[in-house]
């Protein structure tokens, strides 16, 4: 009865000092800071009676892109619009090196009848509460990695990518692969001499006399 009644203390115990480190991420090697990417949609409602952009509506339409900073990482896509309009759209997103992607996100409002939305999406990386030093280094009783483990090293990541949006998933491969584009450059790998070939260099650290 004794052995019995120490086994359900000691269990009790170990219970009681592992309670409240069930949820720590920060326990492991991977980084908690990591990048968040967010989405913001710009709205541009054009005249477009008949399908088409009302004369004058492209000169907006490329303002408001100008305005915007349009440039690669977003995406540009059109609502409600008919052929001749998505194609006027289109004209005008080439200038900035960009295409109108298919479908169109979800917007408030609704597009008014003889109008065309333009939709502008905007991803951005961002790692936040960084920098944090919210939890001291010592005592480290639980074995948790520092509260600003992570912060500079994606905070730079999310700081240099072009397309936020290659952080979420990966780009699919083309369906047609040129195997001569793909061994192309082990191919001039293996042709190049070793740079040892000619021997050492005679370099000297003493300046010309002329």
């Not at 952009?53 to 896509?77: H, M, Q, V």
């Not at 005008?92 to 992607?101: D, I």
């Not at 083309?174 to 000619?198: C, F, H, L, Q, W």
Request: aromatic share 6%; hydrophobic share 40%; glycine share 10%.
């Amino acid at each position: 009865m004794r052995s019995k009644l120490a086994l359900i203390a000691l269990g009790t115990a170990l219970t009681g000092c592992t309670a409240g480190m069930q949820d720590m991420p920060d326990r492991g090697l991977s980084a908690v800071n990591v990048p968040v990417v967010t989405t913001a949609d710009y709205v541009f409602d054009a005249a477009a009676p008949g399908g088409a952009l009302a004369p004058g509506e492209t000169e907006r339409l490329n303002a408001w892109f100008a305005t915007l900073g349009l440039g690669y990482g977003d995406s540009i896509y059109v609502d409600d619009g008919s052929y001749a309009a998505r194609d006027q759209v289109a004209r005008v997103a080439a200038r900035y090196g960009l295409f109108v992607q298919a479908g169109a996100p979800v917007t408030a409002g609704v597009v008014q009848p003889g109008n065309v939305r333009v939709v502008v999406s905007r991803r951005r990386a961002e790692v936040p509460n960084c920098p944090n030093w919210s939890v001291p280094s010592q005592p480290n009783y639980a074995n948790r990695t520092m509260s600003n483990f992570g912060c500079s090293v994606n905070a730079n990541l999310a700081a240099q990518v072009a397309n936020p949006e290659d952080l979420l998933h990966g780009r699919p491969g083309p369906a047609v692969v040129n195997a001569d584009t793909s061994a192309k450059a082990i191919g001039s790998y293996y042709r190049a001499a070793p740079t040892g070939e000619k021997g050492l260099q005679d370099i000297s650290t003493k300046k010309d006399d002329k």
